[in-house]
Structures are given as structure tokens and as C-alpha cells.
């Protein structure tokens, strides 16, 4: 499991047209004899370039239903963003009650944590003299620790709401008298990001998630019963705030971030991080980045577009209370919410650990890349013309393909 990536490649349905090559933040994907290829060193499990192929031949690796078999006590988490897939007419509470119908024992419902977690950062907010960056979205600390390294410090070190919500859920059901090992608890992701985050956690050994679904899988079942009249509703006890986590702006609404900037989509992300390292935002309290278009709502593992899904969750959101609901939150062990391990970086992008042997890798590379004309169009399958230079001096490819050499 350790080297686990959610974000896969269908072979069968690749053609090799490179679509996916030029989006990724982190040039992880190279074309070679007409097939994709991820380097799992670079990939942060973002899900761009999931997005990006014309041909669906990239996929996120989840968990599936028949996993429900191996416990006896089946709890579900459902993302909030689950709540913006929906027709208005398809009431929140009949969502999260569908979840029985499908065979789970218990619903908790993740916005719940979202609002406990809101509570925890703005603690945090106010007690820290500069930007703080959200650290709810796992692609964007992958991509921090690998790209922006100086940066993880900026991170808020508290558990991400799915993480709270596996945790509080598995508490309150061994206080019921379940044996742990009994209980199952299954996330409802809506990106590929967040099953990584389940499967290889990067600020803890291990997570009290057992298994991912996708919204995308259950989708159709949901809305089955969802629609029957038998269907139970489940009372949803989350504040309008705590479901509005699911799009961009909803977390600095929940924390109470308003000296803040909100950021979503990989390569703006990527933009604004580099303008933070370089100082050029100082006097900013809160950083909210999102890999995905619109926040979660906008997830590679959802159905309804994410523009539609954002204004769907925020005309919810504003039906509900709009007090983040935090009581009880006195009588939680803390440690819940706090990171059990440092954030590292991740050296994927050096040429050698040794000095001497990346200068001379370094010359090398500057030799190849002033016969190639760098024009970055993708052809030879790599993301750039130092990318392609780059494979050739570490090896992975043996001649360069570029079409346009002088
Ligand atoms: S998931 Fe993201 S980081 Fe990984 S290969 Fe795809 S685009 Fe690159
Ligand atoms: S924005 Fe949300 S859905 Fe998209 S990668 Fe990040 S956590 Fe996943």
C-alpha cells in the first residue's frame, strides 16, 4: 500500500494523444509507444488528467459495494458534495436515509466535521501570524510537498473533516458496544485524491477509514431510493455552513476567514502557491486552494457539472441553520483533530541527490535541450522540451523523438 495512486490507467482505451500530458502540475505523465504512462513518484493523485482524456482511459482506483460484506457493522461517510449531484426536488435527508436502503447500518454524515474542524482552524486562525493554507484538499498537500516545499509549514495542521468523521463515527460505535474490528467505515468520495488520502494518509500511519466509494459508482442507486416512498429520512444535523465546505469560498465562510483568498482548480492553485513562496501575499490570513473546479463539488468522481453542483449546495446551504454547530465539541480528546505526523517533502523533481552527479547531469541536460526548440507541444510525449531532456538524461528514454530538432 505504500506506493498506492488512485488516479489509473485503462490501457485498453488509451490512444496516446497526450491530452492528459500537458495538464499535469507535476509532469507526471509521459507518452511512450502510444500508450500513457504515470510516473507514480510525481503523481499527487490531483485527478487533471483524469478530467482531461477525451477517451475516459484514466479512472479512479475505489473500493466497491461487495467490500460491505466483510463487516458485520457498516457505517457510510457521504461527503457533502454528494448533496449537489441532485435534482432540488431530491431532499437531503432522503439522500443520507438511501444510504440504509443500500445496506449500511449508520449514516454520519461528514458535514457534521466539517463543522467541528471549522471551529478547530479558526482557533488556529486567530492564534498564527501568517497565511495559513487549508489543508482539506490531499492533492493540494501532495502538490505542496512535492512543488512547494517551503510551504508546508503554511499548512493547518488539523485533520481533514473525513478523517474527524472516521474517527468520531468508529468512537461512538464502539461506545455502543461494536468490536472495532466489526465496524466498517466507508467514505463517499468525490475525487481521487481523497482515496489516497484513505489508503497512504500522509500526516498519520494509518486512517480509521476502511474503505472508498465514489459518488459517481452510487449515484444512480441513491437516487433509486432516494425516489421510493419506504425510503427512510435521516435528519440532517450539520449547519448550512458545514454542507458549504463542498464548493470553493465554503470553508473560509465556515472558519470565519475573511482577511482570505480563495483558490480552485490545479493550475491556479499552482499559480498562487508560487506567488505565496515568493512572499506576494503577506497581509492574507487564510488560503483556501482546491484542485478541482469549484471545490469538491467539482471533483472527478461526481456527475452533475460543477457549476450547476455549486449554486445546487449554496441555495441548501442557505435553507439551514448557518450557525456552525460545534456544541459537544468540549468533550472531544482534541488529539482527534490534530496531524499525528510532520508533513515531509517530497525531492521529486531534482536530478540526483548527489551535488555532483545533478551539475553534471545538469550540463547534460542544457547541452540536449539547446538542440531542441522549445516549442512544448507535447509530440515526443513528454509535458516540455526540458521534460523530454530531462527523461533522456535519467535514463527512461534512450534517443529524443523530438519532430522538430534542429
Ligand atoms: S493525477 Fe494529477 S499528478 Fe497524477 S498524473 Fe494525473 S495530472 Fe499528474
Ligand atoms: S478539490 Fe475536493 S474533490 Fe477535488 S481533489 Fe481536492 S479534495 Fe478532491
Known sequence: ??????????????????????????????????????????????????????????????????????????????????????????????????????????????????????????????????????????????????????????????????????????????????????????????????????KRPVARKKSSVNKVLSIVDLYGNILKFANMKNTKTLQLKASGKGYGWARAGGESLAVGAY??????????VTKVLGEIEIGKLPNVDYIECWACVGGCVGGPLVVENPFIARVKIRKKAELLNNNVQSSGIDKLDHSIFEWEEEIKPRQIMSLDNNMTVAISKGKKLQEILSKLPGYDCGACGAPTCRAHAEDFVQGSIQSTRCVFKK
Open 1 to 198: 500500500m505504500s506506493n498506492f495512486h488512485s488516479v489509473n490507467l485503462r490501457e485498453g482505451l488509451c490512444n496516446g494523444c497526450t491530452a492528459c500530458v500537458t495538464v499535469c502540475p507535476t509532469e507526471a505523465v509521459r507518452v511512450n509507444s502510444q500508450k500513457a504512462e504515470i510516473m507514480t513518484t510525481r503523481c499527487t493523485d490531483c485527478g487533471a488528467c483524469l478530467r482531461a482524456c477525451p477517451n475516459h482511459a484514466k479512472t479512479g482506483r475505489v473500493d466497491n459495494m461487495k467490500d460491505l460484506d466483510n463487516y458485520k457493522y457498516k457505517i457510510a461517510l457521504p461527503d457533502p458534495a454528494i448533496f449537489g449531484q441532485f435534482a432540488p426536488d431530491v431532499q437531503p435527508e432522503r439522500i443520507l436515509g438511501s444510504f440504509l436502503s443500500l445496506g449500511f447500518d449508520e449514516v454520519f454524515d461528514v458535514a457534521t466535521a466539517c463543522d467541528l474542524v471549522s471551529k478547530k482552524i479558526k482557533e488556529k486562525i486567530v492564534k498564527t501570524n501568517h497565511p495559513l493554507i487549508s489543508a482539506s484538499c490531499p492533492a493540494v498537500i501532495r502538490l505542496i510537498q512535492a512543488l512547494y516545499p517551503d510551504l508546508i509549514k503554511n499548512l493547518v495542521t488539523i485533520e481533514a473533516p473525513l478523517e474527524v468523521a472516521g474517527q468520531l463515527a468508529r468512537k461512538k460505535a464502539i461506545e455502543r458496544g461494536l468490536d472495532s474490528e466489526d465496524i466498517g467505515i466507508f467514505y463517499i468520495s468525490p475525487c481521487p485524491a481523497k482515496v489516497t488520502a484513505v
Open 259 to 268: 482577511n482570505n483568498v480563495v483558490v480552485d482548480g490545479i493550475e491556479h
